[in-house]
């Protein structure tokens, strides 16, 4: 199987498991949001978001580490699995220990406090998960993660049903999401063995060149989630946790949605990498391009269909009184269409080991960010977070995408992205006519859903964003030559 194929097979079968995942996902959050109500689900949202600050300060970057590093020709795999899998175990245990001491010296109530203290260690088993994901992006095998994802999802489902019978309330919640974690890191470590028996080593030249490596990332994912988290953050100390509720039940389907373009860069980065370090800037070019057009063309429907199925998708998320959400969804699906083309180029950084000059951007990103938090929030609740998120994924995408240009000359074609705007102008004109009403029935939902999708694929295809060629490459058994060395394939293989 060629490069093309593997890459297309792998993707296949990770976004029909994702579509699975992303299905029980929203199950979990329907029993979730329908059982806690806005205010319970403030209170969790709230939990949940403060141990995030404390488990993205100890990720440093590790799964996209894990890939560039074990992607070097030549280098000692096992040894640099084994010890960024400790080196990984370390930082989790230290932040998130420190997250049920500091909570005390916020003003939150004693169920947030002791929340925080119970489900931390819900956080270290996906921070484990983190270097064998990055095993499984270099080998091509992210169906094992796909396995594993689902599996965990179902676990959740079956205790979060047991918790609501049982009417056990948030710490139950609480609970039940502990256990599906740990059999979500047991799944991936069983899944891993195929490729390497991970198990602690320590050596320290190594674990300094994994910190030199990874603090340009720990950093500019920390100063990242200033900028996406802080909003839910100062909602709860700022507002009610009914509003909260509201905000972050929209943020969940938000996170729902940004697992694509973090999956499909994940695909991505080994081989940009792999190749940029071999100087084919050809390959390296065309499958950025390539990826580039892939998350347009994704994220402008997306943004476009929202404006028609973010209040039904929201009501039927979390019942009649989670309906006020809709227009939130509205409004931060403009945040994530920046998401999608921004990963990619965010990723493609990382492959030209160029994080460290990306610093300055999220500094001043996350500053500014942060500062129209503090204005907006207090005066216009979760429209103003709303509102400040999309400024921010925009500046960062934008960032991203000067920092590529200027070391690998890479600008993207905006072709397709202008023909993915035209189909969903034309998807938007039958959405007008026959879009569902505020309140519509599911089956009006599901079938306006479908029929506007398949306008929008034939109007691409029509115009040429959707080409023959690239279907046949995807789905007709057909290998193009390899070019010379093992390791790379020329553009006309993708």
Known sequence: MNLVKKVAHNTLIQIASKLISTILGLWAIVIITRYLGPAGFGEYTT???FLTFFAVASDFGLTLVTAQMISAPGVPEKKILNNLFSFR??????????????VWFFPYIA?????????????LFPALNQVLIGLFQKKLSMSRDAVAEMASRL?????????????LGLNGILLATIMAAGVNFLLHYVLSLKFAVVRWEFDWPLWQKIIAKSWPLAVTIVLNLIYL???????????RFEEVGLY????RIVDVLTTIPFMFAGIILPILTANWLEKNRAFFMKVLQKSFDFMIALAIPLAVGAQWFGGPIMLYT???DFAPAGPILQILIFGVAAIFPGTVLAHAVIALDRQKKMIRFYIFTSLSSLIAYLYFIPRFSYFGAAGVTIYSEIMIAIFSGYCVYKYSRFRPRWSVAAKSLLSALVMAAFLFFFGPASQPPIWEVVWTMTVATLVYLVSMYLLGGIKRTDLDRIFRNQDGPPTEGSATYTGSNI
């Open 47 to 49: 939990i949940i978001t």
């Open 89 to 102: 175990l370390v930082s989790s245990l230290f932040f998130l220990i420190l997250a049920p001491v500091v």
């Open 111 to 123: 169920e947030i406090k002791f929340g925080v203290l119970i489900t931390a260690v819900s956080f």
């Open 155 to 167: 676990v959740l489902i079956a205790g979060l049903i047991v918790i609501r019978n049982m009417g």
């Open 229 to 239: 988290r802080a909003d839910t953050l100062l909602l709860s100390l700022f507002r």
């Open 248 to 251: 972050g039940a929209t943020y």
């Open 318 to 320: 979390g019942g009649q």
